[in-house]
């Protein structure tokens, strides 16, 4: 019996980087994945390689994510697993002296206020069901200085990760678990983008890597999968750090 045999699993963000590694993965362990992004034909794609779903959704809309909800489960019946994971990186600098607030602002939209919406939207589902896991992708920069100056994108996923706390102990004995997956630097479009005007910032950033590379996606996912699964049945509220050994050194 593979571990998320016949599992729904919604993943947000599934059409790059981690969130396509984790359908993958997922799917590869029996989960029936709804993979969700603004990128259409990604998501089409992948779930005709998995034989899952796909959804066009942008997280940070309250009536679209509702809605995205109520389709997994009149379609599929439930939702056992959100994967929380769609979010962007701003392009530019990101020192607090330089950050406007608009940027800020849409940083924070993205990558905290989605997975607010999608929490929000998820546990009635799972409530009703009496179980549930939920993941959402904070960072390390959660719990340290990146020392690459990313105010608006630490501070975002330092609220992801308060947020999976608060989340992880109210529903605790619903059955529903909510973990925080806090990934080092992974070798995804998203830092690719960052980093490609800057080598610099690149080598700052390994620096401070123990293990001296960046994970690749599938590590993080193997990851997501563990969260997602029954191997992690006493965990929730927790902070799921995946980096190489960054936060340890
Ligand atoms: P990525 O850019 O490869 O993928 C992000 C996906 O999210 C894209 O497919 C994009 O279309 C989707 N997305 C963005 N905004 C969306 C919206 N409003 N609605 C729906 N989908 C949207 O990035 P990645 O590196 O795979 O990052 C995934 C998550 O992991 C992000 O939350 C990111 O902050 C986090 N993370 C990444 C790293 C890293 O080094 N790559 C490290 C720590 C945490």
Redesign the pocket.
């Known amino acids: 019996m593979k571990r998320l045999q016949d599992r729904v699993a919604v993943i947000?963000?599934?059409?790059?980087?981690?969130?396509?590694a984790s359908a993958r993965r997922f799917a590869q362990e029996g989960a029936v994945v709804v993979g969700?992004?603004?990128?259409t034909d990604?998501i089409e794609a992948l779930a005709k390689e998995t034989g899952g779903a796909a959804i066009t959704?942008?997280?940070?809309d309250e009536q679209t994510v509702e809605a995205m909800y109520a389709q997994v489960v009149a379609d599929h019946g439930r939702v056992d697993v959100a994967f929380n994971?769609?979010?962007?990186?701003p392009p530019e600098d990101d020192s607090i002296l330089d950050t406007g607030i608009e940027a800020w602002e849409r940083v924070q939209k993205?990558?905290l206020t989605?997975v607010y919406l999608c929490c929000k939207y998820v546990l009635p589902h799972m409530r009703a069901q009496g179980r549930g896991s939920i993941i959402n992708?904070?960072?390390?920069?959660a719990v340290m200085g990146a020392a690459t100056s990313q105010i608006s994108?630490s501070a975002s996923?330092g609220g992801v990760l308060s947020m999976t706390r608060e989340l992880g102990v109210q529903f605790a004995r619903e059955g529903i678990r909510v973990n925080a997956l806090?990934?080092?630097?992974?070798n995804?479009?998203?830092?690719r983008e960052l980093f490609a005007a800057d080598a610099e910032r690149a080598r700052r950033r390994l620096v401070h890597v123990p293990m001296g590379r960046?994970a690749e996606?599938s590590e993080i996912a193997a990851a997501a999968a563990f969260l997602a699964s029954d191997d992690s049945s006493y965990m929730t509220a927790s902070t799921f750090l995946v980096d190489g050994g960054i936060s340890g050194a």
């Open positions: 947000t963000g599934a059409a790059s980087g981690i969130g396509l969700v992004d603004l990128n990604a959704c942008d997280v940070t994971n769609a979010g962007i990186s993205v990558n989605s992708t904070a960072s390390f920069v994108y996923k806090c990934p080092g630097p992974v995804t479009p998203l830092l960046f996606a």
